[in-house]
């Protein structure tokens, strides 16, 4: 994922201010893409052991038959796989695994403001909360439909990932990003989602409200993850006068 603010230089050494008559001035001038509303995300590679430490945790989760179903509060269309609520005290591997969420979404956070003279005074200091976790257990043809999440940030972890979710063949089982505006090609309004294929231990933290979307996969295997929703308060001054 890139920023939005990325620029390539281009020069423009002769514009035709008419075609009509070869005899018409010429006029020399340079000239500069730029990109309109940035949007931020962070990709945060988990260490393998880490990872495996997790899936020894959410194998056993899944498994108790005292697991809280999570699924009411998603948009997840699941109908063989599961979404379980994972609490935020359930041991000190999972209290660890948050200290680095909220680690994350700090550094996020911080550089998201900087896009904004006014986002760098009212970001300059905040409170932040993990407000739920769950964990997404997902078989063949499960998905989840473009969507938005509550809070500031949210995020997700791969834990599993079946072989099949792979480069060839995209976009089965990978996750979408939506751009502000839908795909309209005859209006000039191309790429307006980023497509992401989870690899096991990779983690992405996004604004919340950045609509997103998971595709089915064909096959046998799980992809597992675990999401998350995390509010931050800002504590700054919007102006600074």
């Given at each position: 994922?890139q920023?939005?603010?990325?620029?390539?230089?281009?020069n423009?050494?002769?514009?035709?201010?008419?075609?009509?008559?070869?005899?018409?001035p010429?006029?020399?001038?340079?000239?500069?893409?730029?990109?309109?509303?940035p949007?931020?995300g962070?990709?945060v590679?988990?260490?393998?052991?880490?990872?495996?430490?997790?899936?020894?945790?959410?194998?056993?989760?899944?498994?108790?038959?005292?697991?809280?179903?999570?699924?009411?509060?998603?948009?997840?269309?699941?109908?063989?796989?599961?979404?379980?609520s994972?609490?935020?005290?359930?041991?000190?591997?999972?209290?660890?695994?948050?200290?680095?969420?909220?680690?994350?979404?700090?550094?996020?956070?911080?550089?998201?403001?900087?896009?904004?003279?006014?986002?760098i005074?009212?970001?300059?200091?905040?409170d932040?909360?993990?407000?739920?976790m769950?964990?997404?257990?997902?078989k063949?043809?499960?998905?989840?439909?473009?969507h938005?999440?509550?809070?500031?940030?949210?995020?997700?972890?791969?834990?599993?990932?079946?072989?099949?979710?792979?480069?060839k063949?995209?976009?089965h089982?990978?996750?979408?990003?939506?751009?502000?505006?839908?795909?309209?090609?005859e209006?000039?309004?191309f790429?307006?989602?980023?497509l992401?294929?989870?690899k096991?231990?990779d983690m992405y933290?996004?604004?919340?409200?950045?609509?997103?979307?998971?595709?089915?996969?064909?096959?046998?295997?799980?992809?597992?993850?675990?999401?998350?929703?995390?509010?931050?308060?800002?504590?700054?001054?919007?102006?600074?006068?």
């Amino acid at each position: 994922m890139q920023s939005g603010n990325s620029q390539e230089k281009i020069n423009l050494t002769r514009i035709h201010m008419a075609k009509k008559e070869k005899t018409e001035p010429q006029l020399k001038c340079k000239a500069q893409w730029f990109k309109l509303f940035p949007e931020l995300g962070l990709k945060v590679e988990i260490p393998k052991a880490f990872i495996e430490e997790l899936i020894k945790i959410t194998d056993k989760i899944l498994k108790d038959p005292d697991k809280i179903d999570h699924s009411t509060n998603l948009a997840g269309q699941i109908s063989k796989g599961q979404q379980i609520s994972l609490p935020l005290n359930y041991n000190k591997k999972i209290v660890e695994f948050q200290n680095i969420i909220k680690n994350c979404s700090a550094q996020l956070i911080r550089e998201t403001a900087k896009a904004d003279s006014n986002g760098i005074n009212l970001w300059n200091d905040f409170d932040m909360d993990l407000s739920n976790m769950w964990i997404v257990d997902q078989k063949e043809h499960d998905y989840n439909p473009l969507h938005t999440h509550g809070g500031t940030l949210s995020g997700i972890l791969y834990l599993k990932v079946p072989e099949q979710i792979n480069e060839k063949n995209e976009p089965h089982g990978w996750l979408s990003f939506g751009g502000p505006w839908q795909y309209r090609p005859e209006n000039l309004s191309f790429k307006m989602n980023e497509l992401i294929l989870p690899k096991e231990g990779d983690m992405y933290f996004f604004r919340a409200q950045l609509p997103h979307q998971v595709y089915p996969f064909k096959g046998e295997g799980e992809r597992r993850s675990i999401s998350f929703n995390l509010k931050a308060n800002p504590k700054g001054k919007f102006f600074d006068y």
